[in-house]
């Protein structure tokens, strides 16, 4: 009678895993904590940025029709950009005393490294002895960041409080949130800008041998904040400051615009100061009701 041999199977991985469980756990706990701290420290956005290395070259030359504009301006520079290597597309757009040329890379391509090659191309046709000379500014080049160009969040401020006041807490919470290093800018719409308004009596300033100049330089010298060096204070140097500016409009009326024989010429003896408002460039509502809007940026690069 033959014996039966018991034939015995193995799987490398499973028996490895069976005959080393304190290394597998380890191993375990390894992977688990790099996933953690992977997720945590992973760029997250509601809409992601997309870097497209896309630059912009905008040429003022005034007077000059669309057509001059293409010959002397957008060829040139367009015959010395195409000759860099990497360039997907370029359109170009010729308007009377304006040219605007789009230059878009391929995706390996980086944007600073575009923008440096487009600088160094722009450079090379304004050295050309065709390229007018008479242009009142050298061609902007330029990177457009999307990412910034639209706000990420909308804060309304409403309820039963005046315009005023919630003025006065927007541009508080404006400089909070401009202070978090994730935030490029914060816009705030829906509000009334004010401006002072000088009402000036020109025979009260020409009897006292006054010029509008004369108020002029007053109102400048009396509104500036100089710095004062500095103070050494238990072992500590602390700059100093001395602030001049002017924060209502009693202070306003009390500038002196001259001083002569004892006898002191404040602004608001030759003329009326006032507040007005200056026409609204913005509106912000809310279910038909006037909001103060905080218009919120992200900075580029940085997490939503």
Not at 33 to 58: C, D, L, R
């Amino acid at each position: 009678m033959e014996e039966k041999k018991s034939l015995i199977k193995q799987f490398g991985p499973s028996t490895f895993s069976v005959k080393n469980t304190m290394t597998v756990y380890v191993l375990t706990a390894i992977i688990f904590i790099a996933g953690i701290k992977s997720y945590t420290s992973m760029p997250s956005e509601a809409f992601p940025e997309i870097v497209t290395p896309e630059i912009y070259v905008g040429t003022p030359y005034p007077g000059n029709s669309p057509l001059d504009i293409e010959k002397l301006i957008t060829r040139p520079l367009e015959k010395e950009i195409n000759g860099i290597s990497g360039v997907d597309k370029i359109n170009s757009t010729s308007v009377e005393g304006y040219s605007t040329i789009q230059v878009k890379f391929n995706f390996d391509v980086t944007p600073d490294e575009a923008l440096r090659k487009v600088k160094d191309k722009v450079d090379a046709a304004m050295g050309q002895p065709d390229f007018p000379t008479d242009l009142p500014a050298d061609p902007n080049v330029f990177e457009l960041n999307f990412s910034e160009l639209m706000p990420i969040m909308n804060i309304n401020m409403s309820g039963e409080f005046s315009l005023d006041q919630l003025k006065d807490y927007g541009e508080y919470l404006e400089e909070r949130i401009e202070d978090l290093t994730e935030i490029s800018k914060v816009d705030i719409r829906g509000i009334d800008a004010k401006e002072v308004r000088i009402l000036v009596d020109s025979k009260k300033l020409e009897s006292m041998q006054l010029g509008f100049r004369d108020i002029a330089g007053a109102i400048q010298n009396e509104n500036m904040t100089i710095s004062g060096g500095n103070l050494l204070v238990d072992g500590y140097r602390r700059n100093v400051r001395v602030v001049g500016e002017i924060r209502d409009l009693d202070e306003l009326r009390n500038v002196i615009i001259k001083s002569e024989k004892m006898q002191l010429v404040r602004l608001g003896d030759v003329a009326e100061i006032e507040f007005d408002e200056v026409e609204r460039q913005s509106y912000a509502r809310q279910y038909g009701a006037s909001v103060v809007m905080l218009d919120v940026f992200k900075r580029s690069g940085e997490n939503q």
